[in-house]
């Protein structure tokens, strides 16, 4: 007991310590270098980039239509010539990219190193040789705005020597704060005919004040980090609940109960053993979940989520589950390990007895909740949770262990259960079903990922639609699978059950022609350019510049909802598709708000560079976006959502990314009740 006690401790400690992630996303991190001068007066500067996983960054010369390429602009160039073009060290990876409309891209994972050949013209006197990096990154989720990181080094090279120390760019905050247009290697951005300004150059002072704190009054950005940790440990729930209706575990139920209640004289300890027995049972299970956690981090985790061999693994792995479902053969843990622990129960007493009867169980109840387990992990796996494995598990040992323990404290409901029989099998087939609907999302992601193209929105509604009916056709006994008795009789149960998975393959049939389907929208993959939609589009933002939209807000007595965004953004395109298309969150954008979308990556050039007070850049439309969310909101990841009133004063947290409208929709009708008062 102490035992247990000691581990719901730690485990309370480890959500506590639980935080969601900063809004600033820094995933690549620069350094660069110059060797010595020698005595031709050559020298080699080196431009080395870490990414953080699961990122990538784009290679330099990309396609005019496709992301922003790593470019390398030098600014000011003094005694100093360059040698050729900039030189790429490793080669890229290159895939095509579903993000980017399927083109062949190229890109760089964990690390890449350039370089570029430059030659002092007089060795014998000083040299400077400022610019900056420009780059893009991506992960399968979001892109972040193209940035800017800048270098500078200066130094004196005499002839003859060809040794000498390297100098080294002082350290850069590589915050992605600045867009830029493509531009030659050897492109100069004149800093002297650009404009010096403040936040107040591209309009009124307060509608550029930072805000940040303001966003940070109102509570934490909704961006789901906590309710997903309730969506785990509900799923682990559900998955436990219908772990005990199999035919593995429900027919141990009353056996196990009534060994406990009939091993000491004495109810009461009887009872307590039963809820030991539970209790085991817990922290089997979490140990499982904490041990996932430990051998994968949260960077871990969130990169299986978007690798496309590990989700055609986790297909195939659910195919394999569903087929064992259907009765096509057992999933079973060696039969020794049961017999061994078993006999080891026996032979002990007290916590360590019950602790090994605990473990029996979750062997010889593995063919029907391995499954379940596996389904569960590979779900909480592919979220990028740090704690969802063992907060998933959690939530299934506490509803497999409730039945043991309540039935222990209240034997004569035993009397009330229904018997085992066929109908633990259907169960089983059922489950089948899901598993099988469900790994077509993983499909889906690979298949994305490499841009193969083979299963478009269209085809996933279509399968899932087959899926239900021959699952609905199942339960009216017209389809027999291997275990399955004849049933003359349809019982009440099956009959509704089969109702509600007709009616949901009914629901499925607009999607084959545009419809939204908001329901399954997190796991159906995106429509595609040239799929039949007969559907209207959903409500497009009245504003793409901050400043008109500010005015316009200003003269209609609205407030305002920005929407920074992306050409590139996956989520974005989700969020549109799945969030504006519902009718309150329609009207609530068209008619109560001013919408302004503000893409960061955009390149069409400011009418003249704008060099503002901190020292940054501004040379592209997307710069301009990209510098107001990280100077007023602290922020730049997109899809990213403000709500301000038309003075530029913040009306609710921000709110980044969910497919369901109804959370949408609370967040929009707070900031509208904030803006009445």
Not at 127 to 139: D, K, P, R, S, W
Not at 374 to 384: D, H, I, R, Y
Request: aromatic share 12%; proline share 6%.
């Amino acid at each position: 007991m102490k035992r247990a006690k000691f581990f719901c401790f730690c485990l309370l400690l480890l959500m506590g310590a639980y935080s969601a992630a900063a809004q600033i996303v820094q995933p690549v991190k620069w350094t660069f270098s110059i060797s010595s001068v020698a005595a031709n007066g050559t020298a080699v500067v080196t431009f080395k980039a870490s990414i953080d996983r699961p990122w990538h960054m784009y290679d330099i010369n990309m396609p005019a239509d496709g992301p922003v390429s790593t470019s390398f602009v030098f600014n000011k160039k003094e005694n100093v010539q360059l040698v050729g073009p900039v030189v790429r060290g490793a080669k890229p990876i290159e895939k095509q990219e579903a993000a980017f409309a399927g083109m062949t891209l190229r890109y760089y994972e964990e690390g890449a190193t350039f370089s570029q050949k430059i030659k002092v013209i007089d060795p014998a006197k000083a040299y400077v040789l400022q610019g900056h990096a420009e780059f893009m990154c991506c992960n399968d989720q979001q892109c972040l705005p193209p940035s800017k990181v800048p270098f500078s080094f200066s130094g004196k090279g005499l002839a003859g020597v060809t040794k000498s120390a390297p100098v080294s760019a002082k350290p850069v905050d590589d915050t992605a704060q600045v867009p830029v247009a493509d531009k030659k290697a050897d492109s100069v951005a004149a800093t002297s005919d650009s404009v010096v300004a403040s936040a107040s150059t591209f309009g009124s002072a307060d509608l550029w004040t930072p805000a940040v704190s303001q966003l940070q009054n109102f509570g934490k950005t909704s961006d789901g980090a906590a309710n997903s940790l309730l969506a785990i440990f509900l799923s682990g729930l559900l998955g436990g609940l219908i772990a005990i209706v199999t035919p593995c575990v429900w027919p141990i139920i009353p056996m196990t109960v009534s060994f406990f209640l009939k091993r000491s004289d004495d109810k009461r300890k009887g009872r307590m053993q039963a809820l030991l027995y539970g209790l085991s049972i817990v922290v089997i299970y979490v140990s499982l979940g904490l041990l996932l956690t430990l051998l994968f981090d949260a960077s871990a985790l969130n990169s299986l989520s978007t690798n496309a061999v590990f989700n055609i693994f986790l297909f195939l792995l659910l195919i394999l589950f569903a087929i064992s479902f259907f009765g096509g053969f057992e999933l079973m843990l060696p039969s020794s390990w049961s017999t061994a622990i078993d006999a080891k129960a026996d032979k002990s007493s007290g916590v360590i007895g019950i602790l090994l009867m605990a473990c029996t169980l979750v062997i010889v109840s593995f063919s029907c909740t391995g499954p379940i387990i596996g389904t569960l992990l590979v779900s909480v796996a592919t979220k990028g949770s740090l704690l969802g494995p063992a907060i998933g598990m959690l939530g299934f040992a506490i509803a497999l262990a409730v039945p043991f323990t309540l039935f222990a404290f209240f034997p004569s409901w035993l009397h009330s259960l229904p018997r085992s029989g066929s109908w633990l099998n259907s169960v089983k087939v059922l489950l089948g079903f899901f598993e099988l609907a469900f790994s077509l999302k993983f499909f889906s992601v690979a298949d994305q990922a490499y841009g193969w193209h083979l299963l478009s929105r269209t085809t996933f509604t279509a399968l899932w639609i087959v899926i239900f009916a021959f699952a609905g056709l199942y339960l009216l006994g017209k389809l027999r699978l291997p275990n399955d008795d004849e049933r003359p009789v349809v019982s009440i149960p099956r009959f509704f059950l089969s109702l509600a998975s007709f009616a949901f393959a009914l629901y499925l049939i607009p999607g084959l022609f545009g419809a939204p389907l908001n329901v399954v929208s997190a796991f159906a993959p995106p429509r595609q350019k040239g799929e039949v939609s007969l559907y209207a589009k959903p409500v497009e933002a009245r504003f793409n510049d901050y400043d008109q939209a500010m005015q316009v807000a200003r003269q209609e007595g609205k407030p305002v909802v920005i929407d920074f965004t992306g050409y590139g953004c996956v989520n974005c395109r989700k969020m549109e598709s799945a969030v504006w298309s519902d009718p309150e969150v329609q009207d609530l954008l068209a008619n109560r708000y001013v919408l302004v979308s503000l893409f960061v990556d955009d390149r069409h050039p400011l009418s003249q560079p704008v060099t503002m007070s901190d020292g940054t850049v501004l040379t592209t439309v997307g710069e301009k976006w990209s510098y107001l969310q990280q100077h007023k909101f602290g922020a730049n990841a997109q899809p990213f959502y403000v709500l301000i009133a038309p003075d530029g004063r913040v009306l609710n947290h921000s709110f980044v990314f969910s497919e369901n409208p109804q959370e949408f929709v609370k967040f929009l009708q707070e900031g509208l009740h904030n803006f009445d008062k």
